[in-house]
């Protein structure tokens, strides 16, 4: 395969993967809303380094070593689904608490939405696998180098562009003014969506499928 049409097909493929609703999109939609519009663009920069880490583990032929070494990679899923479910209880407990309006917010306090944005993204290691499979299918046998350099970057401008774009959208005045009316109720939809998949990430280990 062309490697011009290899990088276009791979790039499609992650971008509509990254559009699909999740626990990322719940995490930077929430933290936008609720917290500010900086506070979700540093989730959506956690989520492109996120996607860079999953990346170069695919490029480096680590996804296969996670599907041979089984104990590894159900380790790596039970974790995952238990911190979504830890982010789901606190996110439950607060909802009933006032929400303290800020303003803008120090660098250093982006770091936690920064490392919330990071570790919902790293929460999942099948995420790992589907770059493996993506890569596989279209990655040409013998890669030019020009496209291994070029494919990191790509796939960060996809993930984190696309949650800086949901950033944006519900930072914006009315999404914010209809969170601040029901914040209590959003908060438990987004804890009970985002319980349902860490339970679902581990129920998935427990069972696998035949």
Not at 117 to 125: A, E, I, K, V
């Amino acid at each position: 395969m062309d490697p011009v049409f290899a990088l276009l097909g791979i790039l499609g493929a992650l971008a509509a993967g990254a559009v699909s609703p999740g626990p990322s999109f719940v995490l930077v939609a929430r933290t936008a809303v609720a917290v500010s519009r900086g506070a979700g663009l540093a989730a959506a920069f956690g989520m492109g380094v996120g996607g860079v880490f999953f990346a170069a583990l695919a490029l480096l032929g680590l996804q296969a070593l996670l599907m041979q070494v089984a104990w590894a990679y159900a380790l790596l899923k039970l974790a995952g689904g238990l911190y979504l479910v830890c982010l789901a209880i606190r996110l439950w407990r607060g909802a009933s608490a006032p929400l303290a309006m800020g303003g803008m917010i120090a660098p250093a306090g982006l770091l936690k939405p920064f490392a919330f944005g990071l570790l919902t993204q790293l929460s999942n290691p099948k995420t790992a696998i589907v770059y493996g499979s993506i890569f596989a299918a279209l990655l040409p046998a013998d890669p030019p180098g020009w496209l291994l350099a070029v494919l990191p970057p790509s796939i960060f401008l996809i993930e984190a562009g696309w949650y800086a774009v949901v950033a944006v959208a519900f930072s914006a005045g009315r999404p914010r003014a209809a969170y601040l009316r029901s914040k209590s109720w959003i908060d438990r939809i987004a804890a009970s969506a985002m319980g349902a998949l860490g339970v679902r990430l581990m129920v998935d280990t427990a069972v696998p499928p035949p």
